[in-house]
Protein backbone atom coordinates (compact mmCIF):
# COMPACT_ATOMS: atom_id res chain seq x y z
CA UNK A 1 0.00 0.00 0.00
CA UNK A 2 1.77 3.12 -0.77
CA UNK A 3 2.19 5.71 1.76
CA UNK A 4 1.54 9.55 1.43
CA UNK A 5 5.61 10.19 0.25
CA UNK A 6 5.08 7.93 -2.69
CA UNK A 7 2.52 10.01 -4.45
CA UNK A 8 3.16 12.59 -6.61
CA UNK A 9 2.73 16.40 -5.71
CA UNK A 10 -0.62 17.72 -7.17
CA UNK A 11 -0.03 19.49 -10.44
CA UNK A 12 -0.93 22.88 -8.49
CA UNK A 13 1.75 22.16 -6.02
CA UNK A 14 4.41 21.14 -8.73
CA UNK A 15 3.78 24.80 -10.53
CA UNK A 16 3.95 26.62 -7.51
CA UNK A 17 7.03 24.64 -6.11
CA UNK A 18 8.23 25.48 -10.12
CA UNK A 19 7.49 29.14 -10.05
CA UNK A 20 9.32 29.23 -6.41
CA UNK A 21 12.55 27.90 -7.75
CA UNK A 22 12.63 30.08 -11.13
CA UNK A 23 10.54 33.65 -10.59
CA UNK A 24 12.87 35.80 -8.89
CA UNK A 25 15.85 35.31 -11.27
CA UNK A 26 14.11 35.02 -14.19
CA UNK A 27 12.71 38.79 -13.01
CA UNK A 28 16.35 39.57 -12.63
CA UNK A 29 16.92 38.80 -16.19
CA UNK A 30 14.21 40.33 -17.86
CA UNK A 31 14.47 43.33 -16.07
CA UNK A 32 18.51 43.26 -16.97
CA UNK A 33 17.08 42.36 -20.96
CA UNK A 34 14.67 44.92 -20.80
CA UNK A 35 16.99 47.63 -19.61
CA UNK A 36 14.75 48.52 -16.43
CA UNK A 37 11.30 48.57 -17.85
CA UNK A 38 9.54 46.97 -14.71
CA UNK A 39 6.01 46.20 -16.42
CA UNK A 40 7.77 44.44 -19.39
CA UNK A 41 9.77 42.20 -17.43
CA UNK A 42 7.25 41.39 -14.66
CA UNK A 43 4.77 40.96 -17.87
CA UNK A 44 7.58 38.89 -19.53
CA UNK A 45 9.05 36.80 -16.46
CA UNK A 46 4.80 35.89 -15.80
CA UNK A 47 4.36 34.44 -19.10
CA UNK A 48 7.55 32.74 -19.21
CA UNK A 49 6.52 30.48 -16.16
CA UNK A 50 2.68 30.28 -16.59
CA UNK A 51 3.97 28.56 -20.27
CA UNK A 52 6.84 26.67 -18.28
CA UNK A 53 4.26 25.74 -15.44
CA UNK A 54 2.51 23.92 -18.46
CA UNK A 55 5.12 21.70 -19.18
CA UNK A 56 6.48 20.66 -16.34
CA UNK A 57 7.02 17.27 -17.82
CA UNK A 58 9.58 18.21 -20.10
CA UNK A 59 11.25 20.61 -17.79
CA UNK A 60 12.68 18.97 -14.71
CA UNK A 61 15.92 19.75 -14.76
CA UNK A 62 16.39 22.89 -12.70
CA UNK A 63 19.14 24.43 -15.65
CA UNK A 64 17.31 23.12 -18.55
CA UNK A 65 13.94 24.89 -17.26
CA UNK A 66 16.17 28.03 -16.51
CA UNK A 67 17.64 28.21 -20.21
CA UNK A 68 13.71 27.57 -21.78
CA UNK A 69 12.25 30.45 -19.53
CA UNK A 70 14.71 32.73 -20.43
CA UNK A 71 14.74 32.18 -24.00
CA UNK A 72 10.71 32.81 -23.75
CA UNK A 73 11.67 36.08 -22.23
CA UNK A 74 13.90 36.95 -24.94
CA UNK A 75 12.03 35.71 -27.46
CA UNK A 76 8.63 37.59 -26.29
CA UNK A 77 10.49 40.71 -25.27
CA UNK A 78 11.59 40.73 -29.25
CA UNK A 79 8.01 40.65 -30.07
CA UNK A 80 7.49 43.47 -27.46
CA UNK A 81 10.09 45.80 -28.76
CA UNK A 82 9.00 45.20 -32.53
CA UNK A 83 5.50 46.56 -31.24
CA UNK A 84 6.57 49.22 -28.89
CA UNK A 85 9.96 50.77 -30.89
CA UNK A 86 12.98 52.10 -29.21
CA UNK A 87 13.44 50.26 -25.55
CA UNK A 88 13.94 53.21 -22.87
CA UNK A 89 16.73 52.90 -20.18
CA UNK A 90 15.26 52.72 -16.44
CA UNK A 91 18.78 53.60 -14.51
CA UNK A 92 16.94 53.94 -10.98
CA UNK A 93 15.49 50.36 -11.53
CA UNK A 94 18.77 49.10 -13.09
CA UNK A 95 20.92 50.88 -9.92
CA UNK A 96 18.33 48.46 -7.76
CA UNK A 97 19.92 45.45 -9.54
CA UNK A 98 23.56 47.05 -8.68
CA UNK A 99 23.88 48.12 -11.81
CA UNK A 100 26.24 51.73 -11.73
CA UNK A 101 26.73 53.68 -14.82
CA UNK A 102 29.10 51.86 -16.58
CA UNK A 103 27.04 48.69 -16.88
CA UNK A 104 23.90 50.49 -17.98
CA UNK A 105 26.07 52.46 -20.66
CA UNK A 106 27.47 48.79 -21.58
CA UNK A 107 23.73 47.04 -21.73
CA UNK A 108 22.08 49.67 -23.11
CA UNK A 109 24.75 49.13 -26.16
CA UNK A 110 23.74 45.81 -27.35
CA UNK A 111 21.41 43.90 -29.23
CA UNK A 112 18.65 42.07 -27.44
CA UNK A 113 20.56 38.72 -28.25
CA UNK A 114 23.69 40.12 -27.23
CA UNK A 115 22.62 41.63 -24.22
CA UNK A 116 20.88 38.61 -23.49
CA UNK A 117 24.25 35.77 -23.97
CA UNK A 118 26.13 38.37 -22.45
CA UNK A 119 23.82 38.48 -18.93
CA UNK A 120 23.35 34.45 -18.99
CA UNK A 121 27.20 33.90 -19.42
CA UNK A 122 28.88 36.73 -17.45
CA UNK A 123 26.20 37.33 -14.62
CA UNK A 124 24.40 34.32 -14.55
CA UNK A 125 27.00 32.01 -15.24
CA UNK A 126 25.19 29.82 -16.86
CA UNK A 127 26.75 26.92 -18.94
CA UNK A 128 27.42 27.47 -22.37
CA UNK A 129 24.51 24.96 -23.56
CA UNK A 130 22.27 26.93 -21.65
CA UNK A 131 23.29 30.20 -23.20
CA UNK A 132 23.01 28.65 -26.33
CA UNK A 133 19.17 27.81 -25.72
CA UNK A 134 18.69 31.56 -24.60
CA UNK A 135 20.21 32.96 -27.53
CA UNK A 136 19.25 30.10 -30.49
CA UNK A 137 22.83 29.59 -31.64
CA UNK A 138 25.82 27.27 -30.73
CA UNK A 139 29.32 27.04 -32.12
CA UNK A 140 30.88 29.42 -34.06
CA UNK A 141 27.65 31.82 -34.37
CA UNK A 142 27.22 31.67 -30.60
CA UNK A 143 31.44 32.70 -30.01
CA UNK A 144 31.08 35.56 -32.18
CA UNK A 145 27.54 36.66 -30.72
CA UNK A 146 29.65 36.83 -27.08
CA UNK A 147 32.84 38.04 -28.30
CA UNK A 148 30.85 41.11 -30.06
CA UNK A 149 28.94 41.35 -26.86
CA UNK A 150 31.71 41.68 -24.72
CA UNK A 151 33.45 44.03 -26.91
CA UNK A 152 30.83 46.46 -27.10
CA UNK A 153 29.81 45.94 -23.43
CA UNK A 154 33.44 46.92 -22.74
CA UNK A 155 33.14 50.06 -24.54
CA UNK A 156 30.04 50.98 -23.45
CA UNK A 157 31.63 50.55 -20.26
CA UNK A 158 34.70 52.33 -20.29
CA UNK A 159 33.07 55.59 -21.56
CA UNK A 160 31.64 56.70 -18.45
CA UNK A 161 33.53 54.17 -16.15
CA UNK A 162 34.44 56.24 -12.98
CA UNK A 163 37.54 54.10 -12.87
CA UNK A 164 40.12 52.44 -15.59
CA UNK A 165 38.81 48.96 -15.99
CA UNK A 166 41.85 46.22 -16.04
CA UNK A 167 43.14 46.40 -12.28
CA UNK A 168 40.54 44.68 -9.94
CA UNK A 169 41.06 44.43 -6.18
CA UNK A 170 43.30 41.09 -6.38
CA UNK A 171 45.39 42.75 -8.96
CA UNK A 172 45.89 45.77 -6.31
CA UNK A 173 46.58 43.50 -3.90
CA UNK A 174 49.16 41.14 -5.81
CA UNK A 175 51.01 44.96 -6.87
CA UNK A 176 50.84 46.07 -3.46
CA UNK A 177 52.78 43.27 -2.06
CA UNK A 178 54.98 43.15 -4.91
CA UNK A 179 55.87 46.72 -4.09
CA UNK A 180 56.29 46.20 -0.53
CA UNK A 181 58.68 43.13 -1.40
CA UNK A 182 60.93 44.69 -3.49
CA UNK A 183 61.42 48.13 -1.37
Request: hydrophobic share 45%; charged share 30%.
Amino acid sequence: MPNDQDRAPSPDLARAAFREVHARRLHGFAQLLVLGDRALAARLAAEALASGAQRLDVLRHPERAAAWLRQHVVDHAGRAAAAGGAQAVDRHVLGELGADDGVVAGLALLGRRERAALIASAIERLDRRDVATIVGRDGGPLDRLLRKARQRYLAGYTAVAREPVGDGPLTARIRDVAQRTLT
